[in-house]
Every structure is written in structure tokens, then in C-alpha cells.
């Protein structure tokens, strides 16, 4: 049930785009990304409900395909404050509880 | 300002030993949860608790129980603590329903010898 992230790392040139996708083998709802720097809680980026529509701000956005089970997160002209692990999180019921279940992470690495 | 807190950013117990974690929110959320974070394994849920006394079990609650006396206060207890419980515990808070923003406290990092 836990959704998969692919790549598990990633290593960027200051300027360069990144991809990072989250594939779940559940119907999607809504998935939910956060970023965790190095010795850092994790903090909230952005979340995607259904109906495939794209968010973001700056040069950070992403995407949600419901057909196909899938978000993306696109990191556009990279920062070294981008640095960090991401997660995507997928809204998940639970008897009559909903949960967020986390993907293992993609480490970010941003040299300059 | 949001703010959750956690009673302490490193611990160190023996095998057996009955453990408290305790985490504290000050921004009169629902809904709370304990995540255990391990090398590889990402964000693992343990329990959550979306009232006061109330409780759901995760995805991972072998050898762990909570309590939810008071909204603004979860505590995790891991009656005797054993060595494959060495992880870093990260708590966190969201306002109405479990898919809600998650904010999250510093993590405490357990160590069980």
C-alpha cells in the first residue's frame, strides 16, 4: 500500500530540472509532497486532490494523473535549498479513518 | 505561528525498559500521529488520533500503545522497549480530517541498547 517513488536519488547541477514520481497501486484521491532537509522535520510543499489539476509556486509545481495512479513533482532551475529528501504522502481510508501513507523518499542533491 | 513540540531530540533506554515520547501541538488540531523513520523505509505510520481518547492503529503498532487524554497532547509508549525500536520518532498534528497538512515536531532519536 505504500506508494513507490522513483528515482531513490538524484544528483543535480545548481540550474538543473528534476522529475520525481510517485506511483500507487490504490485509486488516487489526493497525494500530498513534503521535503525534509538534512537533520529537519518535514515540511509541507504542496498537495494534489483528483482531478489532474497541476499546483505549484515558483519553479517548484506537480501533477496528478488519476488514470494512471501517478504524481509528479517537477523542480524547474534548481537551488541549493533544494537539497533534501522528498516525500509523497497518498490519502488512504482506513475503516472509517483516513490516513496519509508516505513513500519511501527521493534524496535530492544539489552541488553547485 | 505553528508549533509542534516533542519532550526530547535524542534518548537513550535498555532493553526492557517502559519508554514515553511525548509530543505537544499547540494549534488546537484534531488529529494527531506518530510516524517511526527508519534509513530507506521512509515515513511509517505507528498510530493516529483524531480525538481525545481515541485511537487507530497504523501500519506498524506492534510494541507500541498511545494515549490521547488531552487534544492538544499525544504521548507513545513502548511498554518494554527492544533494540529493533531504535529509530527516530517524528510526531505530527493536521487541523480536521487525516489528509489535512501534517506539521511536524523535531523527531526524537531513540536509542535502545
Given at each position: 500500500?505504500?506508494?513507490?517513488?522513483?528515482?531513490q536519488a538524484v544528483i543535480l547541477r545548481e540550474g538543473e530540472d528534476a522529475v520525481i514520481n510517485?506511483?500507487?497501486?490504490?485509486?488516487?484521491?489526493?497525494?500530498?509532497?513534503?521535503?525534509?532537509?538534512?537533520?529537519?522535520?518535514?515540511?509541507?510543499?504542496?498537495?494534489?486532490?483528483?482531478?489532474?489539476?497541476?499546483?505549484?509556486?515558483?519553479?517548484?509545481?506537480?501533477?496528478?494523473?488519476?488514470?494512471?495512479?501517478?504524481?509528479?513533482?517537477?523542480?524547474?532551475?534548481?537551488?541549493?535549498?533544494?537539497?533534501?529528501?522528498?516525500?509523497?504522502g497518498t490519502g488512504q481510508t482506513q475503516g472509517g479513518s483516513e490516513k496519509l501513507v508516505f513513500?519511501?523518499?527521493?534524496?535530492?542533491?544539489?552541488?553547485? | 505561528?505553528?508549533?509542534?513540540?516533542?519532550?526530547?531530540?535524542?534518548?537513550?533506554?535498555?532493553?526492557?525498559?517502559?519508554?514515553?515520547?511525548?509530543?505537544?501541538?499547540?494549534?488546537?488540531?484534531?488529529?494527531?500521529?506518530?510516524?517511526?523513520?527508519?534509513?530507506?523505509?521512509?515515513?511509517?505510520?505507528?498510530?493516529?488520533?483524531?480525538?481525545?481518547?481515541?485511537?487507530?492503529?497504523?501500519?506498524?503498532?506492534?510494541?507500541?500503545?498511545?494515549?490521547?487524554?488531552?487534544?492538544?497532547?499525544?504521548?507513545?509508549?513502548?511498554?518494554?522497549?527492544?533494540?529493533?525500536?531504535?529509530?527516530m520518532y517524528l510526531c505530527a498534528s493536521s487541523f480536521e480530517t487525516s489528509t489535512d497538512t501534517?506539521?511536524?515536531?523535531?523527531?526524537?532519536?531513540?536509542?535502545?541498547?
Amino acid at each position: 500500500q505504500q506508494p513507490v517513488q522513483s528515482p531513490q536519488a538524484v544528483i543535480l547541477r545548481e540550474g538543473e530540472d528534476a522529475v520525481i514520481n510517485c506511483s500507487s497501486s490504490k485509486a488516487l484521491y489526493s497525494v500530498h509532497w513534503y521535503r525534509q532537509k538534512h537533520g529537519e522535520a518535514p515540511v509541507f510543499l504542496m498537495i494534489l486532490l483528483k482531478g489532474g489539476e497541476q499546483k505549484g509556486h515558483e519553479k517548484i509545481s506537480a501533477s496528478f494523473n488519476e488514470k494512471k495512479q501517478q504524481s509528479s513533482l517537477y523542480l524547474t532551475a534548481s537551488q541549493l535549498s533544494y537539497s533534501g529528501t522528498y516525500f509523497c504522502g497518498t490519502g488512504q481510508t482506513q475503516g472509517g479513518s483516513e490516513k496519509l501513507v508516505f513513500g519511501k523518499g527521493t534524496k535530492l542533491t544539489v552541488n553547485p | 505561528d505553528v508549533k509542534v513540540t516533542q519532550s526530547s531530540r535524542y534518548l537513550v533506554k535498555r532493553t526492557g525498559e517502559k519508554v514515553f515520547l511525548e509530543c505537544v501541538q499547540d494549534m488546537d488540531h484534531e488529529n494527531m500521529f506518530w510516524y517511526r523513520q527508519d534509513p530507506g523505509l521512509g515515513l511509517r505510520l505507528i498510530y493516529f488520533s483524531y480525538d481525545v481518547k481515541m485511537k487507530e492503529k497504523g501500519d506498524i503498532p506492534e510494541g507500541y500503545s498511545v494515549s490521547r487524554e488531552k487534544k492538544e497532547r499525544f504521548s507513545l509508549i513502548l511498554e518494554s522497549a527492544s533494540t529493533n525500536q531504535t529509530s527516530m520518532y517524528l510526531c505530527a498534528s493536521s487541523f480536521e480530517t487525516s489528509t489535512d497538512t501534517q506539521y511536524f515536531g523535531p523527531g526524537t532519536r531513540l536509542t535502545v541498547l
